[in-house]
C-alpha cells in the first residue's frame, strides 16, 4: 500500500527541477523555501549517494534534505542520516480511507467542484495558504498537476471559506491535498464538506480509497480526518542538514 501511495504523491504534487540521482529522486522547487517533497531527497533503494544528493542542494543554496519515506521501510538509512549530522523535522501521518465512507458524510455547505485551476482558486489558495513562498507554490507546483484532479471550494457571497484539492489517475488511490479554511469558520464544517465533495469525485471516478497527508503537530487536523473516516497507515519525516 505505502508504495503505492509514494508512487502517486510523487507526481500528483510535481516538483519542477527532478532529477535521478543514483537510484534516488532529487526534487527542487525553485521560490519555495519552506521543507515540503518539493524541495527534498526521495531515497530509492541501494547506497545512498549523499555526496551527489548534498551537492544538488548546495548549489542552490538549500539545505539539504531527505523524505524519510515511508519511514518504517528506511530505518538503516534513518540510522546512517542521523550519523552524519542530519536532524529529524516534521513528522508526518499518511492517513487513508475508503472512498464511500468520506462521501457518506452529512454535506453540510454547498461545494464548487472544478476540473483546471481558475483564477479565483488560485487566488484563495494563495491567501489561505498563508505562507510566503505560496504563489510560488500555486504557480510552479498546482498549475503542474497534470493527472486528473479536482478543485473544491466553499464561498459565501464572493468570499472563499475553504478549498481543498482531490488527485486522482489511479484506480486504487485519490490524493487530498491543500486543504484550507478561513480561521474564522474553522470548527463549522467547511473542511468536512470540502472532504466530502473529493470523495464523490473520486468516487466517480471509479477510486475507492483516499489518502493524505498531515502533520503530526497538527492535532486539530488529524481530529477532523478521523472524524470523517480517516485512519493512520504509515508515517515519514525529513532529515535536514
Known sequence: MDERIERHAFHAWPAP?????????????????????????????????????????????????VQVSPAARHRALDAQLEARGYRREVPVHVLTAATGTVARADPGWAVDVEAETTARWQEAFVELDGEDDARGVAEEVVAAIRLPAARTSVTAGDRVLGIGLVVGGDDRWAGIYCMATRPEHRGRGVAAAILRAGARWAAEH??????????????????????AGFDHAYGYHYRLR
Open 206 to 227: 471509479g477510486i475507492p480509497g483516499l489518502y493524505l497527508q498531515v502533520a503530526e503537530s497538527n492535532a486539530a487536523a488529524r481530529s477532523l480526518y478521523a472524524r
Open 17 to 65: 527541477v527532478t532529477r535521478r540521482v543514483g537510484g534516488w529522486w532529487v526534487r527542487h522547487t525553485p521560490g519555495m523555501r519552506r521543507l515540503r517533497s518539493g524541495n527534498a531527497a526521495l531515497p530509492g533503494d541501494g547506497p545512498a549517494p549523499l555526496a551527489e544528493v548534498e551537492e544538488f542542494y548546495r548549489e542552490r543554496g538549500l539545505p539539504t534534505a
